[in-house]
Nanobody, 128 residues
Framework: EVQLVESGGGLVQVGESLRLSCAAS????????IGWFRQAPGKEREAVAC????????YYADSVKGRFTISRDNAQNTGYLQTDSLKPEDTAVYYC?????????????????????WGQGTQVTVSS
């Protein structure tokens, strides 16, 4: 059974940082692309960053480019999202997702419909 468990969310001030983690189990992590998505109250879930399990540059939403960094540690079965210079508009529930061998590249976009396995989410609140 594929399981994804996010952690690392919290309440921070504008300009601060958080490192979100996504612990994976039940599947061969190195065979899966990883995505981070977020959903604010009253809004649709949107892609933040995605990374393939092979080649290709990571994808970042324009709103987070230069501030967020996605990475993965296949040996630890864990994905990460480093969030720096946080803004109030980054406040949302952040979700980790995984999909088998999904191609990802910076110029292609990353979409909710591309991913079939999801975690339960972790809340990030940025206070001004």
């Amino acid at each position: 059974e594929v399981q994804l468990v996010e952690s690392g969310g919290g309440l921070v001030q504008v300009g601060e940082s958080l490192r979100l983690s996504c612990a994976a189990s039940g599947f061969t992590f190195g065979d899966y692309a990883i995505g981070w998505f977020r959903q604010a109250p009253g809004k649709e879930r949107e892609a933040v960053a995605c990374i393939s399990n092979t080649d290709g540059s990571p994808y970042y939403a324009d709103s987070v480019k230069g501030r967020f960094t996605i990475s993965r540690d296949n040996a630890q079965n864990t994905g990460y999202l480093q969030t720096d210079s946080l803004k109030p508009e980054d406040t949302a529930v952040y979700y980790c997702a995984a999909e088998f061998s999904l191609p990802v590249d910076s110029g292609w976009g990353c979409y909710v419909a591309d991913f079939s396995s999801w975690g339960q989410g972790t809340q990030v609140t940025v206070s001004s």
